[in-house]
Nanobody, 124 residues
Framework: QVQLVESGGGLVQAGGSLRLSCEAS????????MGWFRQAPGKERDFVAA????????YYADSVKGRFAISRDNAKNTVYLQLNSLKSEDTAVYYC?????????????????WGQGTQVTVSS
């Protein structure tokens, strides 16, 4: 089992940047593929990005490709999401999630563990 805690959210102007962090408890972090999702008010939780356990492969939603970057540091049990060129439509609660499966997944229902979320608000 793994516990996830996100941080780094906040209020930023359009065009600005933020870096989100998600720290995992336990000594098995490197066994998990990690994902970031986001949920805006009144909307479903959407896939943002995912990274394989080794960090060798990443995958992004089309809406963030070229603007966001996912990375991980297994020595620090932490996965990051760098958010650049932020737009008002990026406003949401951002969640990290962990999955022990072999392939990267984009469906939230396929991730086993979730953090509590961190709010990102982009003002226009």
């Amino acid at each position: 089992q793994v516990q996830l805690v996100e941080s780094g959210g906040g209020l930023v102007q359009a065009g600005g940047s933020l870096r989100l962090s998600c720290e995992a408890s336990g000594r098995t972090f490197e066994r998990y593929n990690m994902g970031w999702f986001r949920q805006a008010p009144g909307k479903e939780r959407d896939f943002v990005a995912a990274i394989r356990r080794t960090g060798s492969t990443t995958y992004y939603a089309d809406s963030v490709k070229g603007r966001f970057a996912i990375s991980r540091d297994n020595a620090k049990n932490t996965v990051y999401l760098q958010l650049n060129s932020l737009k008002s439509e990026d406003t949401a609660v951002y969640y990290c999630a962990a999955d022990m499966g072999f392939i990267l997944k984009v469906e939230s229902t396929e991730y086993e563990y979730w953090g509590q979320g961190t709010q990102v608000t982009v003002s226009s």
